[in-house]
Structure formats: structure tokens, C-alpha cells
């Protein structure tokens, strides 16, 4: 019996002792690139997910890049993992969508956000919903009919802020500010008519977004999935009353059911709501971000303030009414706000890490990456390079001076790049013109509480950003 019960501890030692070796040692048909899969099961997920300063280069990667250099390896999530910090190797990789390398979701955004979520189609089809979604975020319908929309939304706002007794949150104002507008434009949808609120669900949807994927009460991926589920529920069923009763919304829900009714369409009922999902989510989450940004950094840096007010209040002293919206030609000739825009894109990183699925064994900087692996390009390292950018972590618009505003380049993926550059560009750029043109021509504010940023590997705010804010003519 004692003999028995050891010959079956050490078997179970050397199972064990195995599957760890197994685990740190994966098979390959060549040479991987340095590294460490961390832990069995949770890998490096932990060291991945520690927050840190918006100010520094993420301290899991840079650990990782003294000790490998600028390719290395990991393991994330329970996702075998090859993580690239080399610009030119990003941006190529960016450029290449194919049979062997398809841009990827990690299994926790796809269960949020539905399998056959927008940000998860490829070839033809990724094309078809790129297009369908430019004529919510493209150049032509904000010139058309969106600019009008954002300028008396963000005036309304504006107002209302400065109206209010004590200071504002930026951070959840904004929120709420940009998501009126987007759920106005998507579905039409008016938080005050509807029982079940969706702004409430997507705060707490928002806070598990990029967190450890454990579906377990007290963790923030629960709550996220619990959330969604609100949320998607309220969408489906303005969809389908829209869809039972054929009345016009004047929004992008139209667009979407003329697809789905269409013979042979690519979109059905199931997948068209988990496109409304995502379009409102990523248009609100990443601008009101931005815009909290914005107004933490002219608050801080006075001289940029200066001179943007500069140029805005150049833009209403050549109008003939200069209580007039917005107009594009102005849009377009806001130069040095669009610096500033760039600026805050650079230094904001809203996305961390975009991730390719590799299909079948390939070649990368002399190593050989296995099917079934998944490369993680850490875009935002370029912009902290101070062979790229002079001062890389200072809040300088002024670099912008006589380069190109409007794409992405090798040393500049804050939109993203090749076939998946960001559908939402110019939309998030217009929201934050027209943000930046009423905030300094009419109000001033300060900054009270908050104003602490850090990253988990996205953006956060823990403490918001309370200002008072009061409108410059009754100081």
C-alpha cells in the first residue's frame, strides 16, 4: 500500500513537473523569441494589468525590452502571446492583412462584444462594415449633417455646466455629453423615455473593458457581461419595435435595417444589434476621454490655451454673425487645434495594443512564430521615442508645426493604420474641435479636484476632473 501511494505521488510529481516544463517551454518548429510564459494557467496576466503613470512607457513592457530586446514573448490571459515593440515592424504588420494573419480580439472583448462583432470581420465583409459605418463617422455626413448636431449639443452642455452651482466632473460630464450625442445619432435613443438606462450600464460595462477575464461575482469582467446584457437588451428592443413598426428614426438604425432587409444581406438581426453595441460604446468612451484630456491640459499649459483662443476668436471675428455654428471650411482651418488634437492622441494612447492571430507558422525578425500564437503590437511605444518626438512625455503642440495632420504614419499610429485605421477619425477629431472652439471662446475654468491619470493598460481617471467653470463675460 505505501509503495502503491508513492509510486503514485511521483507520477504525480512528474505529470506536473511536465505540463510546467510543457508550459514555459512551447513546442515550435524553429526559434522563438525570448521570453517567459509566466505562470501556468494565468501566465503574466497580473504584471500585464498593473497600473501605471500616463507618463511612462507600461513598466511590464519595458521590463520586458531591457531584458529581450524589442520582440519577446508571453503569455496573457491564457493567450500564447509575441509581443512586438518595433515601429517599423508594427507598422508593416499593420499594413499586412491576409490568409496568414488576420486581426484578432482576445476572447474576452469578443464575449463582450459579440462574435461576429465589427472589429472581428476580415476581408470583404470587414470592408462592407467599414463603409456602412462611414456613413455614421465619415467626412461627407459630418459636413452634411453631424456638425450642426455636435455644435448645439456641446453648446447645451457647455451651458449647462457653467449654470450649475459648484464645480463639474469633466470626466462624467463629457461622458454623458457625448453620449447623448452618439445615442442620438445611432438609434435616436432618449435616456429620459426609457426605464432601463444606458448610460447607467455602460458605466459599469466601461470599468471591465480592459480587465482580468474572470466571470465571477466581485470581479470587474462580470460586471462588465452583466452590463452588456443590459445594455444590448435596451438596443434590441428599439431595434426590433423599429424594425415591427418601419417608422423613420433619421439616424444610422435606419441605414443598418435597409442593410439587414436587403436580399442576400451580410447583416442579420443578431449581428446588427452587436454593431450598434460596439459603434456606441468605442464613438463615446474614446472622445469623452479625450476631451477630459484636453481640458486637464489647457488648464495646465496656458500658453497653448493662448494661442488657441487666438486662432477661435480670429475664426469669430471673421464671421458675419459671431453667434454662427461652426462651419466646416472653419473646422478645416483650425490648424494649431489640430496640433493640439494630435498632441493629446499622442500622449493619451486611448489604444494600447492591437493584436493579429497568426494562422500558420511564419517568420518575424529571425523567429518563427507558430500557428495558433498572437502578435500584440504596443503602437504607443513610438511616441514616447525621443529619437522620434524631441521631449517625448511634455505636452508640446508646437512639434506638430508643418507635418501632416490628418494620417497615420510610421512614427504616429494613434488612429491605427493600414486597412484597420480608425472608421472614427474624423468623427472624434470634429467632437473635439468644436469642444475646444466654444470651452475657450466662452467660458473660463479651473481646475478644483482630481486630474490624476494613470493606465491598467487603458485610460483612467480615479478621481475625475472637477473645475469650475463660469462663462468669461459674467466674471
Known sequence: MYVAAVLLVTLLVVKISHWVYTWANPKCNGKLPPGSMGLPIIGETIQFFTPYSLYETQPFIKKRMARYGSVFRTNIAGQKVIVSTDPVMNYSIMNTENKSLLFWCTDGLSHIFGNQNFLSQHGSVHKYLRSLVLHLTGREILRQKFLHEIDQTTRAHLHSWASSPGTVNVRDACAEMIFESCAKKLISYDESKYSKKLRQNYRAFKLGIVSFPMYFPGFAFYECIKGRKHIRKVIEDIYQERKATKVTGHDFLDRVLEEVEKENAVLNDSNAIDLLFVLLFA?????????????????????VLA?????????????????????????KSMTFTHMVINEIVRLANIVPVTFRKVLKDMELDGYTIPAGWVIMMVLPLVHFDADKYEDPLAFNPWRWKGKELHTGTKTFMGFGGGVRLCAGADFAKVHLAVYIHYLVTKYRWSVVKGGEVFKQP??????????????????
Do not use: M
Not at 487603458?458 to 466674471?475: D, S, Y
Open 458 to 475: 487603458g485610460l483612467k481617471f480615479p478621481n475625475g476632473l472637477h473645475v469650475k467653470i463660469a462663462e468669461k463675460h459674467k466674471i
Open 307 to 331: 494661442e488657441l483662443t487666438e486662432e477661435h476668436e480670429g475664426i469669430i471675428s471673421r464671421r458675419e454673425d459671431e453667434n454662427s455654428e461652426v462651419t466646416w471650411e472653419e473646422y
Open 283 to 303: 464613438a463615446f468612451e474614446t472622445v469623452s476621454q479625450s476631451i477630459t484630456l484636453i481640458t486637464k491640459y489647457l488648464a495646465d499649459h496656458p500658453q
